[in-house]
């Protein structure tokens, strides 16, 4: 332990540079993105070899109204929350302040340091480089970084995912000599200062980093570290082997008791830690290789599914397991954390089921936790949600106000962390593969820069209004012609597809697969893809049924009076921050009449205007027209959508109209309905 470890940089990290930009931060220190490498770095042996390899940060700029969206973040909570709330303030022990020294600043950092380079917006950056720059002057002698007040492992594994990501965008050179001597230090003190409380259930976090510094330095005392932590965290794959919560918790079974931490049972069915550990066995299986390892990531998903899931791709979690019904809720923090998982998992494994499965997340259950102008989040967001009141809830363990929107609802945490979600899709919508060439993981307008075939530096052009409609232009535009393949991903949810490259139809792909186009691409070559968005029915808790169309979840548009909360929430909003309760202003208990053999025959599509704000209901881009009845002892329980009644459901109220929009535009709505007794 006490030789000096080795440092090398691998050569890629120069390579190519496509950004070169400064920002000037308010104490006049300059950020800059000295020499941003468009290069992708691989796994080093002995690390099994990955499907995918993420690109860079900046790789992939967004476009379009995905552009827009980003743009709507930064002009919200994200890009003004430490101007006025305090654990993300000046006084942030991340700072060098007597404030909050725990995992706030390090979550906010994980979320506004993609969305500032991506944006390339000088105000965020400049915000940005305040932590980044205390963070990288002030380790301590011996390695460790953040705090001198803070004791604990965790908060720093968030914060070494923000400090590779600022290398990755701006090139650096203190990040990973900091690194190396951090990871240093922890493998020394791997037994006097051992993992405890989040830091145990979350081993795999700092798993990543270490890995993303072994395959840059080579250094063969980091997969001694990697051991290190695997053996001292919680087991998930095993635990998954055994699960044993399969119906709604509480706080008796948890053993919760009022001013005391989570025991080690809560820590288990707590649904963040769930959402972050879908990843574990899979970044394992890099080291271990064992097939078990990979396997357990299917059977992670499936037991979520089928004791928590919920229609929106996520389970319910408020604020551990909550089962099946949609009227339980489930945390941004979950949603955020989720979709990072999967982003990480589909680099490693390259399943396609798992890129829809991210697509269902991000197009329906991340923006639906937030307001239109993402000024304001809610803590829990319910499928089936018919009322956000500051009132009790039957959570399983959480507050009256988990469901309102506002700035900090229910805890902070999700104040500090839910920024990270939007940011991180776009870095994930395509990937390298080890051949030299590309993967689309997700679909979405955007524009990619980087290198193919080793050397070849490569822009791609995606233009679409995906998801919402489901054509998809791609111009390639290599700088020489190369043969290299694209592999195209093919929705599990297509029933039928059109691929052409410079207008000649290509056979051959297949839903729910990859599709590799192998070509000596030259500049101007395009890729269309015609995915018919055609309406699908899916079956969930009591029987009910739930409308898609391609990968958006539809929900009933239900008449919205957003109410100011002047009093009673235990942390009120701070200007220009505000608490708003969402009220009722037409009729939500219906059941739907539909004919699920046909449902172009009950069901009207309506394509609208892609505007600046496609995840509100007056924006929705895409309206689907049903008929059903009122359900009159379908009544609120609780202060949510009552217990959901069985279908078929019978009803002798007229049939009436309704409309359905995407469900992350519906901030009230319910997404399984009861489906009608045709008598």
């Known amino acids: 332990m006490q030789r000096a470890w080795k440092f090398t940089v691998v050569c890629a990290l120069g390579i190519s540079f496509f950004a070169l930009i400064s920002a000037r931060a308010s104490d006049n220190s300059s950020l800059s993105v000295k020499s941003a490498s468009s290069s992708v770095v691989f796994n080093r042996e002995p690390l099994q070899s990955s499907a995918f390899y993420p690109l860079p940060l900046t790789s992939i700029r967004p476009k379009g109204w995905l552009l827009r969206q980003l743009r709507i973040q930064a002009d919200g909570l994200t890009g003004h929350l430490d101007e006025f709330w305090p654990d993300v303030g000046p006084k942030s022990g991340w700072l060098g302040g007597n404030g909050e020294s725990w995992e ?43 705090p001198v007040r803070n004791k604990d492992w ?18 650096d050179p203190r990040v990973i000599p900091l690194m190396d001597k951090y990871f240093r230090f922890h493998l020394q003190h791997l037994s006097d200062r051992p993992l405890k409380d989040w830091a145990v259930f979350r081993w795999y976090e ?11 330095t080579g250094d063969h005392q980091l997969l001694e570290l ?16 055994h699960f044993p919560f399969r119906l709604k918790t509480n706080r008796e079974e948890l053993d919760l008791k009022p001013g005391m931490g989570l025991p080690q049972k809560a820590m288990s069915a707590h649904g963040v830690n769930n959402a972050m550990a879908m990843k574990s066995s899979g970044l394992w299986w890099l080291l271990s290789g064992d097939e078990s390892d990979r396997e357990a990531v299917p059977r992670l998903l499936e037991r979520l599914d089928t004791y928590h899931g919920v229609p929106n791709g996520m389970f319910t979690c408020d604020e551990h397991y909550a089962g099946l019904d949609p009227s339980q809720g489930t945390e941004v923090c979950a949603v955020v954390e989720a979709m990072f998982s999967l982003e990480q998992l589909i680099s490693i494994l390259g399943t396609p089921a798992l890129c829809d499965r991210l697509e ?15 000024w304001a989040h809610q803590y829990d967001q319910q499928a089936n949600q018919v009322l956000c009141s500051l009132a009790p809830r039957p959570w399983s363990d959480n507050g009256p106000e988990s469901n309102v929107f506002g700035m900090e609802p229910n805890y902070g945490c999700c104040t500090a962390n839910m920024h990270q979600g939007w940011p991180k899709f776009v870095s994930s919508l395509w990937m390298a593969t080890p051949d030299g060439g590309l993967a689309t993981v997700a679909y979405a307008p955007c524009e990619v820069k980087t290198i193919v075939k080793g050397n070849v530096p490569v822009t791609v052009m995606e233009e679409t209004d995906y998801p919402f409609r489901g054509s998809i232009r791609m111009t390639i535009d290599p700088t020489v012609p190369t043969l290299f393949p694209i592999q195209l991903r093919i929705p599990g949810w297509l029933g039928s597809l ?21 070509r000596k691409w030259k500049s101007g070559d395009q890729i269309l893809l015609e ?149």
């Open 154 to 171: 965790w908060p720093n594994m968030v914060m070494l995912k923000v400090l590779a990501q600022y290398q990755e965008a701006s090139g």
């Open 360 to 374: 269902r997340i991000a197009f329906n259950a991340l923006p639906a936790t937030f307001s239109a102008d993402m």
């Open 104 to 146: 706030r600043g390090p979550y906010y950092m994980d979320g506004l340091i993609p969305l500032a380079f991506l944006l390339g917006d000088s105000r965020l950056l400049a915000k940005a480089n305040k932590w980044v720059e205390w963070t990288l002057t002030n380790p301590s002698p011996e390695g460790w970084i953040g």
């Open 226 to 241: 990697a051991r290190g932590l695997q053996s001292r965290g919680f087991n998930w794959k095993d635990y998954f082997d």
């Open 498 to 518: 059109s691929l052409r490259v410079n207008g000649e139809v290509v056979a051959g792909p297949q839903p729910g697969s990859f599709f590799s186009v192998e």
């Open 206 to 216: 700092e798993l990543q980093s270490v890995i993303w510094l072994y395959n840059r």
């Open 531 to 679: 995915f018919p968005m055609r309406l699908r029915s899916t079956r969930w808790y009591h029987n009910s049924v739930v409308i898609e169309r391609g990968p958006l979840v539809f929900s009933l548009k239900i008449g919205e009076k957003w109410q100011k909360i002047s009093s009673g929430m235990n942390k009120p909003a701070i200007p220009p921050a505000a608490d708003w309760e969402v009220l009722p202003t037409t009729a939500w208990n219906y059941g739907l009449s539909l004919n699920l053999s046909n449902l172009e025959q009950s069901v009207e599509v309506a394509e609208k205007a892609l505007g600046d704000s496609p995840f509100s209901p007056e924006g929705a881009p895409v309206e689907l027209k049903v008929k059903g009845r009122r359900l009159l002892d379908w009544t609120l329980v609780n202060n949510s959508a009552g217990p959901l009644p069985l279908s078929p459901a019978r009803s002798k109220e007229r049939e009436e109209p309704l409309t359905l929009i995407p469900y992350g535009s519906a901030k009230l709505r319910i997404t399984a309905f009861p489906l009608l007794s045709p008598e």
